[in-house]
């Protein structure tokens, strides 16, 4: 990060000029707009695939509520995935490749997923009543096997886009954690949008959730560096060991925070209802940290660096002088949406 | 098989199906732009009971457009790799700022469109309306921008075997864009014209005399009858300029195997690629030549000049007929429909039972022109750049072929639902009038009341 801006001090007329190394700089850059995106993909479509989970353990009447948390946000949290497919494709075309070839079957598992619940999501609320049960299991199976899809997706990458019974076998184990744990975002979303006997539910959907999720992330956390040699290297020399230790630390701190505080909601007033989304995401974000930090420098594992990887300079300069100009823009009004759409969600009743 | 030719097939299938939902979101939401509009300037209940009909057409079609796309953005990596690593530096950008600049635009405030209406002043909600529409538009400009590219490449020159951008303007804006942007604008106003046409015959014919139905009847019939002639304008144009820029395009869409003066207008036959000629041809004498260069003896390329560098004709030649044909019908209808309504009359059963299939009409000549487009294209899939068969990628043909039947199951269920749900919306609103639009779950959010200011 430090050696992309060297800062050339020249005394021209006294004053200091940074002059930037572009081509080192631009995919460094990217690599950090994708992660961005991703994650920030995986805390918002983490809460409504979540959700569409949760159905298989909601009472029907309970459904339009739920699918009233997310009715607004779904379209444009899954438009973050479009932003990081695109930033993986546009940035490093050579990767894109790469990666997705290798995963091309649960890629098409986890597009297979999306487009039942994307549709599923429309359809139950405008095909006659009696068919809607049907599309309710609909959305319900899509969510699931986008979310197990990408757990099993993650599982491979995190061991090198290695192949084998050993590598699928731990894809399965990754899958139903970030199912979990995408369940778990899901319920403390409900712990905030609802109220009464619901959020009384969602509360206990969380705290099973998170058995699982706390599971998941021990378990990626440790294959990651047994899996290679140089990630282990990174991890446990001496140095480094100090100020990397406070990010599992942390994880772990917030996990049982969160376990502890679950226990006592809801609140009367119904205070702290965001709390455990809140502490959640913190949670994804420490673990992706944690995962970039596996990675750098390479975007295909072992492989490929993300400046072997990366499209010509002049192409990323152009996307990125967009990108810096979209992008404060697109947060605005997404925080916008998220604000006329704030408050608890109402109950729907169907006629 | 062979991955290659599956790899084609899957494209083909999972991009057609794409495409019939943004053809419709993209003109639907400058309708919607236009009934509240209407709705704002009258005080008349009919055109926001109209709108709240459409609205949810537009959501459904909206999703439907929204999950076939991130299958799209997708099938690039999983299907060309070899597109990217050759002409990445270019569609990358273009990609790029379709993403930030609509994307994000149409998915946040369709949210703000769809259940927002009693949370926001009106205003907001129409200028959410507005952004959404725009965001559409958006989209299909780069999109378009890219695969004019791909059609009639320039601004770049190739180092080391991978394109890199020179002009950027040059780029965006090549000789073939400007023809096709207003050329699949018009096909998707005309496609949306006849849909709305059709739901309103048909709860019309289902007993149905509100006059949100008839406001609704009267728009698509106008909006039809208008564009029309402008698309088939349009399209002679845009074929002229496809004459200069890829003549052996136009060759095969007129199945002319020789360069020469005098070129008939081939109204039927069967074109054969083994012996290079046509059979059963029933043609114009001259007509070619006419259309083409303006006079009967203007001289007109033909597939020789091109011989192992020119598209299958037969498809090309079809496909365009189809498109040709479907215009021309929609011009006979939508001016028999206009003139009856000019008059003031009803319109006769028999042309509202013509009109409800019709509803199908821009989607049978918007699939059959891009079918012209993009098999006219080959074999190349960037035209004198790369050729698609070295741009597939190493996924193992049985791969490539279960995903295949998977998704064209998956589609074929998805487009009867589709057009099951559609006819079910019009007997609905044919029988109860038009109700507030369906927003999370049920049919309700307009009779919420507002929240109040936090
Ligand atoms: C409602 C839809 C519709 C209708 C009625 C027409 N078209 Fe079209 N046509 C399209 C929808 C379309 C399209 C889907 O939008 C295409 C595919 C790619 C493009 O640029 O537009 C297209 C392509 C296309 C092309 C191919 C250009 C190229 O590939 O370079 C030509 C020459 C025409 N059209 C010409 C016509 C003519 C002469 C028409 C007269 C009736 C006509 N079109 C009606
Ligand atoms: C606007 C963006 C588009 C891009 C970037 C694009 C790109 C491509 C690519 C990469 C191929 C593969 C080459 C091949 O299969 O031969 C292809 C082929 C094809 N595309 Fe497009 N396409 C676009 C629009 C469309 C649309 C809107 C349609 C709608 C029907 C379409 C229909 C097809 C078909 C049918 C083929 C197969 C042609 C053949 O195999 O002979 N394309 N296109
Ligand atoms: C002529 C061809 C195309 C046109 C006109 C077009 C237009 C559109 C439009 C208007 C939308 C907005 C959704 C909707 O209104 O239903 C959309 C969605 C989308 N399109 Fe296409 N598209 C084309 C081809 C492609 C291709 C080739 C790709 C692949 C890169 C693609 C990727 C997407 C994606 C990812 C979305 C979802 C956007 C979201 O999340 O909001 N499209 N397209």
Redesign the pocket.
Known sequence: MIAAIRPHQRYAKGTTIMTVDWPTALPLIFAGLMGLSILIYVVLDGFDLGIGILFAAAADHEKDTMIGTIGPFWDANETWLVLAAGLLLVAFPLAHGVILTALYLPVFAMLFGLILRGVAFDFRAKVPVHRKGRWNVLFCAGSLIAALSQGYMLGVYVLGLREGAGAIGFGFLVALCLAAAYTAMGAAWLIYKTEGALQEKAVRWLRSALVLTVLGMGAVSLATPLASPRIFDKWFEFPAMLWLAPLPLATAGLFLVLWLRSATLPHPQDRHALLPFCILSVIFALGFAGLAYSFYPYVVPEKLTIWQAAAAPESLAIILAGTLFVLPVIIFYSIYAYRVFGGKATDLSYD | MDPLIL??IQ??AN??FH?LFPTITIALGWVLLFFKFAYNRTGNDAWMQAYFTWVKVFALSFALGVVSGVTMSFQ?GTN?PG?METVGNIAGPLLAYEILTAFFLEAVFLGIMLFGFRRVSNGMHTLATFLVAFGTTMSAFW??A??SW?QTPAGFEMRDGVAHATDWWAIVFNPSFPWRLIHMLIASGLTVAFLIAAFSALRYLLGDRAASMRKALATGVVIGAVLIPVQIFVGDLHGLNTLEHQPQKVAAMEANWQTRANVPLVLFAIPDEQTRENRFEIAVPGGASLILKHSFDGVVPGLDDFIGDHP?VFAVFWAFRIMVGTGLLMLVVSWSAAWCLWRGRELPRPLLWLMVPMGLSGWVAT?AG??TT??GR?PW?VTGVLK?AD?VGPVSGSHVGFTLAVYLALYAVLLIVYLGVLVHLARKAAAEGDPEPAPAAADRALSQPAQPAE
């Open positions: 790899s084609r494209f083909g991009i057609s495409i690039f060309w597109y999109i378009l890219l695969n791909m299958p699939l891009w079918y993009e098999i080959q899939l698609t741009a």
